[in-house]
């Protein structure tokens, strides 16, 4: 099949490889709003590596494995050690698999860019896990010469615990980030976002946007934003469709006042650059 070209303006390629998880956090971005509706339909490590090595992209670019918590996809070592070496990969994951033969079959060489933040970066959701034993699996990792971090949500429930992780983390020798919480909580909207009205739960108006993200479902549809991965919406393609090609465009939708949070938020870029944000949205209107 012809090859799918990145456009060198994208900042991000998220690959879901499923949108299952071992965990039940009520803070889950994926569950936004309450409405998760996308059909968890998981496509084989094969189909997932014939489609990704499609893509050509700038090298600074690299391919991102998530979920859900993409460790539970059943050849989720496999994909890795089959992506094409062009290819850059990372990983975000909440490191609830088995470190030992993930060790002994991923040649942290596969994981390695250089970039300004971790290959690995694992979500700390301190409901779920222990934070020693977390810290023992990371440590681990770096020794065997992974690039990984942790990565703490500033939920307001959270704060002592997060502190708490930052502080025994920074001791340790790990990598510890924070990243700001999503959403509402108590009533109150939380997060930093270039188009607050898009996220305010309003009236829903009609406008055009584009995406600086390439975004992949399990069933390797890709989608013109999280919130049409999440809610079920149609898909702009499939990787495993041979024609399928990226349009750099702006794109109507009716839901502006129902975006996803990660989608408007503002964010460092890849290069942790604070000011970006994944989504260009202009021409909004009321809806008729």
């Not at 709003?33 to 489609?51: A, L, M, T």
Request: with cysteine; hydrophobic share 35%; proline share 4%.
């Amino acid at each position: 099949m012809k090859e799918i070209v990145v456009p060198d303006r994208y900042n991000y390629i998220a690959c879901f490889l499923t949108l299952d998880c071992n965990l039940k956090c009520d803070y889950c971005i994926n569950n936004h709003h309450g409405i998760y509706k996308h059909k968890n339909v998981n496509r084989s490590g094969k189909d997932w590596v014939s489609g990704l090595n499609r893509l050509v992209c700038r090298t600074d670019l690299p391919v991102t494995l998530q979920g859900g918590e993409p460790s539970l996809h059943p050849d989720f070592i496999w994909i890795i050690k089959n992506i094409k070496k062009q290819l850059n990969s990372d990983i975000l994951t909440n490191l609830l698999f088995d470190i030992d033969r993930f060790i002994k079959e991923i040649d942290p060489a596969r994981l390695y860019r250089d970039a300004l933040y971790p290959s690995i970066r694992v979500s700390y959701h301190p409901h779920f896990m222990k934070l020693e034993k977390l810290i023992s699996k990371v440590l681990k990792m770096q020794k065997a010469g992974f690039s990984i971090g942790v990565y703490g949500i500033l939920h307001p429930n959270l704060e002592s615990e997060m502190a708490e992780a930052k502080d025994k983390c920074f001791k340790s020798g790990i990598d510890f980030r924070e990243k700001e919480f999503l959403g509402k909580f108590d009533g109150k909207l939380y997060g930093k976002y270039f188009y607050p009205d898009a996220v305010s739960g309003n009236i829903k108006k009609n406008y055009i946007c584009r995406n600086s993200e390439l975004i992949i479902g399990p069933d390797t549809n890709v989608f013109k934003c999280h919130h049409d991965l999440y809610g079920g919406f149609s898909a702009i393609g499939n990787l495993s469709d041979p024609g399928f090609e990226i349009k750099d465009i702006f794109r109507a939708c009716a839901n502006y006042g129902d975006c996803n949070p990660c989608d408007i938020k503002i964010k460092t870029n890849r290069f942790q650059v604070y000011g970006h944000t994944s989504v260009e949205i202009k021409d909004i209107r009321v809806n008729s």
